[in-house]
């Protein structure tokens, strides 16, 4: 069944630990995460985040409605 990551997943970025605000952006492709997309099937989305130093920025995903808390990807980038 098609869905769309919006609907999937939530995402939420840190810098030391701490949880970055959600930025507003016309440099970010917001439409992506809501395009639907079928099994198996790959996109690129975009989020953005305010941050608070030029530390590098982790990146967790999990499910959005789950009974489980484990991540379902995470990664680090470099602030700059």
Not at 3 to 31: C, I
Not at 46 to 72: M, R, W
């Amino acid at each position: 069944k098609a869905t769309s990551f919006m609907v999937a997943v939530t995402a939420k970025a840190f810098q030391q630990g701490v949880e970055l605000e959600m930025a507003v952006s016309t440099d970010v492709d917001k439409a992506s995460g809501m395009k639907e997309i079928k099994p198996g099937a790959t996109i690129k989305v975009q989020e953005a985040y305010v941050l608070a130093d030029e530390s590098e920025v982790t990146v967790e995903v999990k499910e959005l409605f789950s009974l489980s808390d484990d991540l379902i990807a995470t990664q680090t980038f470099p602030a700059k």
